[in-house]
């Protein structure tokens, strides 16, 4: 079953704008991270976020967590084409099951030129 | 450095055939971890083996079980297949089995079409 839950489905900007993706999951988290697929493809490892932390960078990536609301967004600034993807959260359950990653359904990204 | 491999790439079977895929973790990793992903949804977790035992099983039938090697190489296999079975088959790597601080890393995945 999905854990995840990203917000919106499909997200269609110009280049240079900034794109911001939400996550919502339902049960208490180890970590959460984010993963990009491109076309289909292997997903790639973009960010971390552990259960104590609010906030982390990385480039021109910016995720927050909130766990009081469990929630995460994930801020692209400074889009360009090439980040055109599909972008999964994914968490890693506290418990038994932290050797496992829980998806949701991804959000569609397209940035034109 | 190689990074995650699967093979074959693309795959075409027969309800009711057979299918073995495989998968060569990075080098030094010892876990490897099967996800199933339907078009159009999120990975779904089927298993994870580390150090050559199965750690963790998720919601599939037993037409699927999956094996590690020695030599820490995975290979999935399903059985009976099924139409609904047609999906990319992920093979993700890390050093040690919980998802802990570095994530996985994916390889780019066995597209198999049952018809």
């Known amino acids: 079953s999905q854990q995840g839950e990203e917000d919106p489905q499909a997200l269609s900007i110009q280049e240079g704008e900034n794109a911001t993706m939400n996550c919502s999951y339902k049960?208490?988290?180890?970590?959460l991270q984010w993963y990009r697929q491109n076309s289909g493809r292997g997903l790639v490892h973009l960010i971390l976020i552990r259960s104590n932390e609010r906030e982390k960078h990385s480039g021109r990536l910016r995720v927050t967590l909130d766990t009081s609301k469990k929630s995460s967004s994930l801020l692209i600034t400074a889009s360009r084409a090439a980040d055109t993807a599909s972008y999964f959260c994914?968490?890693?359950?506290?418990?038994?099951?932290?050797?496992?990653?829980?998806f949701g359904k991804g959000t569609l990204l397209t940035v034109n030129p | 450095d190689a990074g995650v491999t699967q093979s074959p790439t693309h795959l075409i079977k027969t309800r009711g055939q057979h299918v073995t895929l495989r998968c060569s973790p990075i080098s030094g990793h010892k876990s490897v971890s099967w996800y199933q992903q339907v078009l159009g949804q999120g990975p779904q977790f089927i298993f994870q083996y580390y150090e050559k035992e199965e750690r963790g099983r998720g919601n599939f039938p037993d037409r699927f079980s999956a094996r590690q090697f020695p030599n820490y190489s995975s290979e999935l296999n399903v059985n009976a297949l099924l139409l609904g079975d047609s999906a990319l088959y992920l093979c993700a790597s890390s050093f040690q089995p919980l998802t802990g601080i570095y994530g996985y890393t994916f390889g780019s995945g066995t597209r198999l079409t049952v018809v």
């Open positions: 049960t208490s988290i180890n970590n």
């Open positions: 994914a968490t890693s359950n506290s418990g038994g099951s932290n050797y496992k990653l829980t």
